[in-house]
C-alpha cells in the first residue's frame, strides 16, 4: 500500500491548505477492508462536530463557502450533503438542488439562475449538482447544443475564477461510481418504498449512455479542472468511505478555528410568577396519542 503524507498550513482557495497532517491511500487500496459500522458513526459524528465548528467560524468571520457536488446518478452525492449538513444551521448553511429551468431561465444568461444561490457573507452553500449540468446531462442528452456545451467549457473556468477573485471559496468534488455498483444501488431503489422517488427515466438513460457520460466527464475535467478551481475525486463504491473521505478532506482545506461562544446562564428553575394560569385543556385541540397505541397503552 503506497501512503504519502501532505502537510500544508495556509488556507488557499485551491484547497491544498491542511489544519494536520493528512494520510492519503492510493485509490482503490481500503477498497477491500469495508469500516466497522462503530468506526463509522463514531468518526462521522466527530467530523459532524467539527462541521459545526466550520459553520460558526463561516458565520463569525463573514466567509462564503461554495461546495459543488457532482457525479453519476446514484452516487452518492445527496448521502453525503445529508450527513453534513445533519446539524448545521439552515440559516447559515444551505442546500441548493435545482430542477430543471423554466422557459424564462433557458432565455437567461446561463449561469444566473445559480448566481442567485450563491452565498452572501457568513453563509455555506451545497450544490446538489450545479451550473456542471452542462457539462454533462445537458449534453449527453441534447437538451444544450454543440455551440453551448463548448461556450460552457471556455467560459466556466473564467466564472469560476471571478468567483474566487471575489473571496468565494470553492469546493468541487466529484463522486465516481462504477457501473456495477451504480446498477446495484439502481435495484435497490426500485424495491426500496422510501426511495423509489430517486429512481426515473433519466436515470435509466445514465445506464444505458454510461460510456457518453464518462466522454462527457473526460472533456470536462479537461477543461475545469484548473489549479486554482481543481476538481477532487470520491471514490465512492463504499458510501460509508466516500462519506467521511469526502468530509475529511472538506475540512482540511479551510482553515477554520473555533469561534468563542457567548456563555449562556439558564436558571435552577423555571421562573414563576404566580400571576399566570393556563387555560383549560378542553379548549385546545390536542393530537392524538398515536404513540401510546404502539406500546399496547
Not at 462503530?38 to 458565520?59: C, D, G, I, P, S
Request: net charge positive; glycine share 6%; aromatic share 10%.
Amino acid at each position: 500500500m503506497e501512503i504519502a503524507f501532505v502537510d500544508v498550513s495556509t488556507a488557499t482557495n485551491d484547497g491544498a491548505s491542511t489544519k494536520a497532517k493528512v494520510k492519503q491511500i492510493t485509490p482503490g487500496t481500503s477498497a477491500k477492508h469495508k469500516i466497522s459500522a462503530a468506526v463509522y458513526h463514531a468518526e462521522l459524528f466527530r467530523l459532524q462536530t467539527e462541521f459545526v465548528k466550520l459553520q460558526e467560524w463561516v458565520r463569525h468571520s463573514g466567509a462564503r463557502l461554495v461546495v459543488v457536488f457532482e457525479g453519476r446518478d446514484g452516487a452518492g452525492k445527496g448521502g453525503t450533503i445529508k450527513r453534513i449538513t445533519e446539524y448545521l444551521n439552515p440559516r447559515v448553511a444551505r442546500i441548493v438542488a435545482l430542477p430543471a429551468p423554466s422557459e424564462r431561465q433557458q432565455g437567461q444568461w446561463y449561469y444566473q439562475r445559480y448566481i442567485t444561490h450563491l452565498p452572501a457573507k457568513g453563509e455555506i452553500v451545497f450544490f446538489d449538482r450545479s451550473w456542471y449540468n452542462r457539462a454533462g446531462v445537458e449534453k449527453v442528452m441534447g437538451y444544450c447544443t454543440p455551440q453551448q456545451h463548448s461556450l460552457f467549457l471556455r467560459q466556466t473556468p473564467i466564472f469560476e475564477h471571478m468567483l474566487i477573485e471575489d473571496g468565494i471559496l470553492l469546493r468541487k468534488y466529484w463522486f465516481s461510481v462504477s457501473e456495477d455498483e451504480q446498477l446495484r444501488r439502481f435495484k435497490a431503489r426500485r424495491n426500496d418504498p422510501v426511495r423509489q422517488w430517486k429512481l426515473s427515466p433519466m436515470d435509466l438513460e445514465s445506464l444505458y449512455r454510461w460510456e457518453d457520460y464518462s466522454r462527457a466527464k473526460d472533456e470536462m475535467m479537461v477543461h475545469t479542472d484548473i489549479p486554482s478551481s481543481p476538481w477532487y475525486v470520491v471514490e465512492s463504491d463504499i458510501k460509508k468511505h466516500a462519506r467521511l473521505n469526502m468530509m475529511a478532506h472538506l475540512l482540511s482545506t479551510v482553515d477554520y478555528h473555533d469561534v468563542e461562544k457567548p456563555k449562556v446562564n439558564l436558571p435552577k428553575h423555571p421562573l414563576v410568577s404566580g400571576n399566570y394560569q393556563r387555560p383549560a385543556r378542553e379548549l385546545s385541540t390536542y393530537v392524538d396519542d398515536y404513540a401510546a397505541t404502539l406500546i399496547g397503552r
